[in-house]
Protein backbone atom coordinates (compact mmCIF):
# COMPACT_ATOMS: atom_id res chain seq x y z
CA UNK A 1 0.00 0.00 0.00
CA UNK A 2 1.83 2.94 -1.35
CA UNK A 3 2.00 6.00 1.38
CA UNK A 4 0.15 8.41 -0.40
CA UNK A 5 -2.91 6.17 -0.81
CA UNK A 6 -2.49 5.75 3.34
CA UNK A 7 -0.78 7.64 5.96
CA UNK A 8 -0.68 4.57 7.89
CA UNK A 9 0.75 2.27 5.22
CA UNK A 10 4.00 1.66 6.80
CA UNK A 11 1.99 -0.59 9.75
CA UNK A 12 -0.29 -1.39 7.57
CA UNK A 13 2.52 -3.08 5.12
CA UNK A 14 4.60 -4.33 7.79
CA UNK A 15 1.56 -6.12 9.74
CA UNK A 16 0.88 -7.80 6.27
CA UNK A 17 3.82 -8.92 5.76
CA UNK A 18 3.85 -10.43 8.74
CA UNK A 19 0.77 -12.39 8.22
CA UNK A 20 1.75 -13.76 4.93
CA UNK A 21 5.59 -15.07 6.57
CA UNK A 22 4.01 -16.54 9.18
CA UNK A 23 1.20 -18.40 6.74
CA UNK A 24 4.29 -19.40 4.68
CA UNK A 25 6.28 -20.56 7.35
CA UNK A 26 3.22 -22.58 8.95
CA UNK A 27 2.67 -23.83 5.40
CA UNK A 28 6.80 -25.21 4.74
CA UNK A 29 6.80 -22.49 1.74
CA UNK A 30 9.86 -20.91 0.96
CA UNK A 31 10.05 -17.21 0.86
CA UNK A 32 11.44 -15.48 -1.84
CA UNK A 33 10.60 -11.76 -1.12
CA UNK A 34 11.85 -8.97 -4.15
CA UNK A 35 12.94 -6.05 -2.23
CA UNK A 36 14.71 -3.03 -3.30
CA UNK A 37 17.88 -1.06 -3.59
CA UNK A 38 16.00 1.47 -1.71
CA UNK A 39 16.11 -0.68 1.23
CA UNK A 40 18.89 0.46 3.69
CA UNK A 41 19.59 1.52 7.14
CA UNK A 42 19.44 5.23 5.91
CA UNK A 43 16.68 5.38 4.04
CA UNK A 44 14.12 8.20 4.33
CA UNK A 45 11.51 7.27 1.75
CA UNK A 46 8.27 4.76 3.04
CA UNK A 47 8.63 2.68 0.12
CA UNK A 48 12.66 2.58 1.41
CA UNK A 49 11.92 2.04 4.55
CA UNK A 50 8.72 -0.39 3.99
CA UNK A 51 11.58 -2.76 2.34
CA UNK A 52 13.80 -2.53 4.45
CA UNK A 53 11.23 -3.67 7.23
CA UNK A 54 10.09 -6.83 5.33
CA UNK A 55 13.64 -7.96 5.17
CA UNK A 56 14.12 -7.51 8.58
CA UNK A 57 11.27 -10.11 8.95
CA UNK A 58 13.30 -12.70 7.07
CA UNK A 59 15.45 -15.58 8.07
CA UNK A 60 18.72 -17.57 7.30
CA UNK A 61 16.36 -19.61 5.02
CA UNK A 62 14.55 -17.26 3.02
CA UNK A 63 15.46 -15.46 0.14
CA UNK A 64 15.11 -11.17 -0.51
CA UNK A 65 16.40 -10.08 -3.99
CA UNK A 66 17.35 -6.17 -4.37
CA UNK A 67 16.48 -5.48 -8.07
CA UNK A 68 17.87 -2.06 -9.51
CA UNK A 69 15.25 -0.27 -11.74
CA UNK A 70 13.59 -2.80 -13.63
CA UNK A 71 13.46 -2.23 -17.16
CA UNK A 72 9.76 -3.33 -18.66
CA UNK A 73 6.50 -1.86 -19.80
CA UNK A 74 5.22 -1.48 -16.75
CA UNK A 75 6.12 -0.12 -12.81
CA UNK A 76 8.25 3.21 -12.37
CA UNK A 77 10.21 2.47 -15.85
CA UNK A 78 6.71 2.76 -17.71
CA UNK A 79 5.61 5.91 -15.97
CA UNK A 80 8.89 7.70 -17.42
CA UNK A 81 8.50 5.81 -20.79
CA UNK A 82 5.35 7.64 -20.91
CA UNK A 83 6.17 10.97 -19.23
CA UNK A 84 8.69 11.08 -21.96
CA UNK A 85 6.40 10.11 -24.66
CA UNK A 86 4.28 12.88 -23.39
CA UNK A 87 7.02 15.47 -24.62
CA UNK A 88 6.70 17.24 -21.29
CA UNK A 89 9.87 18.56 -19.35
CA UNK A 90 11.58 16.11 -17.43
CA UNK A 91 12.69 17.12 -13.85
CA UNK A 92 16.46 16.11 -12.66
CA UNK A 93 17.34 16.57 -9.42
CA UNK A 94 20.51 17.89 -8.36
CA UNK A 95 21.59 18.03 -12.07
CA UNK A 96 20.53 14.06 -12.12
CA UNK A 97 23.91 13.45 -10.60
CA UNK A 98 22.44 10.48 -8.93
CA UNK A 99 23.69 6.82 -9.51
CA UNK A 100 21.56 4.78 -11.27
CA UNK A 101 21.26 0.95 -11.64
CA UNK A 102 18.86 -0.81 -14.11
CA UNK A 103 18.17 -4.69 -14.89
CA UNK A 104 15.96 -5.65 -18.00
CA UNK A 105 12.92 -7.49 -17.09
CA UNK A 106 14.44 -11.31 -18.65
CA UNK A 107 17.45 -10.90 -17.08
CA UNK A 108 15.81 -10.53 -13.46
CA UNK A 109 13.13 -13.39 -14.30
CA UNK A 110 16.29 -15.50 -15.69
CA UNK A 111 17.86 -14.89 -12.44
CA UNK A 112 14.97 -15.06 -10.39
CA UNK A 113 14.59 -18.84 -12.03
CA UNK A 114 18.74 -19.70 -11.58
CA UNK A 115 18.21 -18.77 -7.65
CA UNK A 116 15.35 -20.27 -6.99
CA UNK A 117 16.99 -23.74 -8.41
CA UNK A 118 20.13 -23.25 -6.70
CA UNK A 119 18.16 -23.04 -3.65
CA UNK A 120 19.62 -19.62 -2.49
CA UNK A 121 19.18 -17.83 0.42
CA UNK A 122 20.21 -14.34 1.93
CA UNK A 123 20.69 -11.04 0.32
CA UNK A 124 21.40 -10.92 -3.21
CA UNK A 125 21.85 -8.03 -5.32
CA UNK A 126 20.65 -7.80 -9.16
CA UNK A 127 21.86 -4.87 -11.32
CA UNK A 128 24.06 -3.65 -13.94
CA UNK A 129 27.60 -2.04 -13.11
CA UNK A 130 28.91 0.18 -13.24
CA UNK A 131 25.83 3.06 -12.61
CA UNK A 132 24.65 5.30 -14.55
CA UNK A 133 24.18 9.23 -13.93
CA UNK A 134 20.16 9.76 -13.78
CA UNK A 135 20.74 12.41 -16.45
CA UNK A 136 23.00 10.03 -18.83
CA UNK A 137 19.94 7.90 -18.50
CA UNK A 138 17.12 10.31 -19.39
CA UNK A 139 19.63 11.50 -22.37
CA UNK A 140 19.62 8.24 -23.86
CA UNK A 141 15.68 6.83 -23.05
CA UNK A 142 14.65 10.45 -25.11
CA UNK A 143 17.25 9.50 -27.87
CA UNK A 144 15.54 6.33 -28.42
CA UNK A 145 12.06 7.49 -27.94
CA UNK A 146 12.85 9.81 -30.64
CA UNK A 147 11.73 12.61 -28.21
CA UNK A 148 13.36 15.99 -27.41
CA UNK A 149 11.99 16.76 -23.73
CA UNK A 150 13.78 19.29 -21.92
CA UNK A 151 15.72 18.50 -18.94
CA UNK A 152 14.80 20.88 -16.06
CA UNK A 153 17.82 20.93 -13.73
CA UNK A 154 15.46 21.62 -10.03
CA UNK A 155 17.06 21.89 -6.98
CA UNK A 156 15.72 19.12 -4.58
CA UNK A 157 14.12 21.14 -1.98
CA UNK A 158 11.58 22.95 -4.76
CA UNK A 159 11.21 19.29 -6.12
CA UNK A 160 10.06 18.16 -2.64
CA UNK A 161 7.84 21.27 -2.04
CA UNK A 162 6.26 20.80 -5.63
CA UNK A 163 5.48 17.19 -5.10
CA UNK A 164 4.03 17.75 -1.59
CA UNK A 165 1.85 20.36 -2.67
CA UNK A 166 1.16 17.98 -5.91
CA UNK A 167 -0.19 15.46 -3.61
CA UNK A 168 -2.20 17.82 -1.40
CA UNK A 169 -4.37 19.56 -4.45
CA UNK A 170 -4.38 15.57 -6.05
CA UNK A 171 -2.55 16.98 -9.24
CA UNK A 172 -1.08 14.24 -11.03
CA UNK A 173 2.73 14.49 -11.72
CA UNK A 174 4.66 11.65 -13.09
CA UNK A 175 6.62 11.39 -9.30
CA UNK A 176 5.69 12.13 -5.81
CA UNK A 177 7.40 13.24 -2.39
CA UNK A 178 8.47 10.26 -2.00
CA UNK A 179 10.31 9.02 -5.59
CA UNK A 180 12.25 12.75 -5.03
CA UNK A 181 13.20 10.99 -1.61
CA UNK A 182 14.47 7.61 -3.24
CA UNK A 183 16.54 9.70 -5.61
CA UNK A 184 17.77 11.69 -3.01
CA UNK A 185 19.39 8.57 -1.41
CA UNK A 186 20.25 6.52 -4.33
CA UNK A 187 23.17 4.77 -3.66
CA UNK A 188 25.85 2.29 -5.87
CA UNK A 189 25.19 -1.34 -4.65
CA UNK A 190 27.26 -4.02 -5.23
CA UNK A 191 25.82 -6.78 -7.54
CA UNK A 192 26.24 -10.23 -5.93
CA UNK A 193 28.47 -12.65 -8.19
CA UNK A 194 28.66 -16.05 -6.92
CA UNK A 195 29.39 -18.63 -9.80
CA UNK A 196 26.95 -21.10 -7.73
CA UNK A 197 24.05 -19.45 -8.93
CA UNK A 198 25.03 -19.50 -12.49
CA UNK A 199 23.55 -15.65 -12.69
CA UNK A 200 23.45 -14.07 -16.50
CA UNK A 201 25.20 -10.85 -17.09
CA UNK A 202 22.83 -8.17 -16.55
CA UNK A 203 23.04 -6.01 -19.78
CA UNK A 204 23.25 -2.03 -18.89
CA UNK A 205 21.43 0.62 -19.17
CA UNK A 206 21.33 1.59 -23.15
CA UNK A 207 20.85 -2.33 -23.85
CA UNK A 208 17.99 -2.33 -21.97
CA UNK A 209 15.55 0.26 -22.89
CA UNK A 210 16.89 -0.67 -26.56
CA UNK A 211 15.57 -4.50 -25.86
CA UNK A 212 12.37 -2.93 -24.18
CA UNK A 213 11.76 -0.93 -27.35
CA UNK A 214 12.02 -3.96 -30.01
CA UNK A 215 9.71 -5.59 -27.75
CA UNK A 216 7.23 -3.15 -27.30
CA UNK A 217 7.36 -2.56 -31.22
CA UNK A 218 7.03 -6.15 -32.01
CA UNK A 219 3.99 -6.69 -29.61
CA UNK A 220 2.69 -3.42 -31.14
CA UNK A 221 2.42 -2.40 -27.27
CA UNK A 222 1.18 1.33 -26.50
CA UNK A 223 1.51 3.95 -23.81
CA UNK A 224 -1.53 4.80 -22.19
CA UNK A 225 -2.27 8.14 -23.30
CA UNK A 226 -4.33 9.32 -26.50
CA UNK A 227 -1.93 10.06 -29.25
CA UNK A 228 1.69 8.94 -29.37
CA UNK A 229 4.14 7.51 -31.59
CA UNK A 230 5.47 4.47 -31.96
CA UNK A 231 8.97 3.61 -31.23
CA UNK A 232 10.38 4.69 -34.60
CA UNK A 233 9.06 8.16 -33.78
CA UNK A 234 5.93 7.66 -36.47
CA UNK A 235 2.64 9.39 -35.17
CA UNK A 236 -0.51 6.79 -34.39
CA UNK A 237 -3.31 6.94 -32.12
CA UNK A 238 -3.61 4.67 -29.26
Request: aromatic share 6%; with cysteine.
Amino acid sequence: VPSSVRPDSYDVNGAGARVLIDAARAAGVRIVFISSLAAHAEARSNYGRHKLAVEGLLNEHDLAIRPGLIVGSGGIFGRLAAHVKSGKPVPLVDHGRQPLQTIYIDDLLTSLSALVRADATGRIVLAEEPAVPYRLFFETLCARLGCHNRLLDVPSWLLLAVATWAHVLHVPLPIDRDNVLGLLEMRFMTPTTDERYRLPTVRRYAASIEEFCRAAASLSEVFPFTRTQDMNGTASET
